[in-house]
């Protein structure tokens, strides 16, 4: 399985970040790339317990916690248009700066990285793909 505590794929990672650029094509989804460099952010924070989502409401806290091991339970990516937590969406176009995003991206694999699977905050761990 791949994931991000290997500081040599997180390298590959964050090379692949860098060699983004404000006029890269998104593949797919509406979000610009700031956007979505921020949105990426946000579930690296969240991994690591630095965001932390609202629990949700029963019956969706049940049924969440029956569907979580059949949507990560195996190396497969996650489907396009997969259901986020709304504290992954937290930029505004008027507020997403590319450069400091993409910063802010690098500066969260970096942490997460360094602190390792012991702190996080989550059971699953995030697969990233980046094209």
Known sequence: MKDLFDPALAEDIKQRIMRLHPESERRWGNMTLAQTLAHCTSGTQMATGVINPKRASFPANVIGTLIKPLVFG??????????????????????????????????????????????????????????
């Open 74 to 131: 195996d190396d497969k990516p996650l489907r396009r248009n997969s259901p986020s937590s709304p504290e992954l969406f937290s930029a505004h176009t008027t507020q997403c700066d590319f450069e400091r995003k993409r910063a802010q991206l690098i500066t969260a694999i970096d942490s997460f990285v360094t602190k390792g699977a012991a702190s996080c905050a989550i059971a699953t761990v995030y697969e990233v793909e980046l094209r």
